[in-house]
């Protein structure tokens, strides 16, 4: 179980991350080369936090509903895998 959990907290740091840049991206220079770029990989980056938190074992209910929420899910997952954690 703890490795599921350190697997789901990097991908929450990573879908973090690629959220910030394209939220960044739109609020600032707004280049149609980072959306293209980083867009696909937010998104794989978020089917793959909502995979693993639905498919593993044990875990809380809020944590997986949490995982499938745009743009805050990888906050909300980073936050509970931390609480879950034994």
Excluded: D, K, Q
């Amino acid at each position: 179980m703890r490795r599921v959990l350190r697997v789901l907290a990097a991908l929450s740091i990573l879908e973090l991350a690629s959220v910030l840049v394209l939220l960044l991206n739109i609020s600032a220079v707004h280049l149609h080369a980072i959306t293209v770029t980083v867009g696909p990989i937010h998104g794989a980056l978020y089917l793959a936090v909502g995979v693993t938190a639905l498919f593993a074992r044990r875990l809380r209910l809020r944590t997986r509903l949490g995982a499938l929420l745009p743009v805050i899910g990888g906050v909300l997952t980073l936050i509970n895998v931390r609480v879950e954690e034994p």
